[in-house]
């Protein structure tokens, strides 16, 4: 298996723009989470999907951000307009539900808002 | 909700030497503690993990160890390498629930 996939690996982006980061989840992987990660917060979970469905978005920091799983093999997290306060890296993990070998997470996105 | 508190922030070692990284939690209710290692420009990986009904468990060099009444529970690596150079971070959950709720991280530097 190759593992959680994001795209892109970073992106520089202008204030006010539109992001969107990609995700691949572990094929069979039935949740699927989102993280933020920084050096003032440590790593931040931002939502999770179960099965496509989202069970827990309190993480997602404002209105700015929006999380959808249209199909068990991709998700997408969308900044809209970014600014520079989202600078961090976001990283994908899937698992198996009720498995106990944690997440899988992927490589992450650089993200870097000027 | 779960807090998971981690020290220390950064550790230092001599090649060769032990460290020893150390989780508190605050919800009873957990009983799966993964750790994971975060090297430079990487995602975590999952390095060893324990449930509550057992103290110990062993892979190699790293052990964990957990104290249910306590609550917490510790990451040891022995005869350290400088490829165990990383950032670390413990976490937590129970059972039906998916989230894992992670520490804040420890950044340990093997010095040759």
Redo the contacts between chains.
């Keep these: 298996d190759a593992g959680v996939i994001q795209s892109p690996r970073h992106e520089v982006t202008e204030m006010g723009q539109e992001v969107t980061l990609r995700c691949k989840p572990i094929s069979g992987h039935n949740s699927l989470f989102w993280y933020r990660q920084t050096m003032m917060r440590g790593l931040e979970l931002l939502i999770y999907f179960n099965n496509n469905v989202p069970i827990d978005d309190s993480g997602m920091p404002e209105d700015r951000f929006s999380a959808k799983m249209p199909n068990a093999s991709f998700s997408t997290l969308k900044i809209q307009p970014s600014e520079p306060r989202d600078s961090a890296v976001y990283f994908c993990a899937s698992s198996l539900e009720h498995r106990d070998y944690g997440y899988t997470f992927g490589s992450g996105t650089r993200l870097t808002v000027v | 909700g779960e807090n998971v508190e981690q020290h220390p922030s950064t550790l230092s070692v001599q090649e060769g030497d032990s460290a020893v990284i150390k989780c508190t939690y605050s919800d009873s209710a957990s009983n799966?503690f993964?750790w994971?290692k975060q090297e430079l420009?990487?995602?975590?990986?999952?390095i060893i993990?324990i449930?509550s009904n057992v103290g110990e468990k062993k892979d190699q060099r790293i052990a964990v160890t957990l104290n249910k009444t306590a609550k917490h529970f510790s990451l040891h690596i022995t005869e350290t390498q400088p490829e165990d150079s990383a950032v670390y971070?413990c976490?937590a959950r129970y059972?039906g629930n998916?989230?894992?709720t992670?520490?804040?991280?420890t950044r340990l530097t093997i010095i040759p």
């Design positions: 799966y993964p994971y420009g990487k995602g975590p990986q999952l993990d449930r971070f976490a059972d998916e989230k894992l992670f520490g804040t991280g």
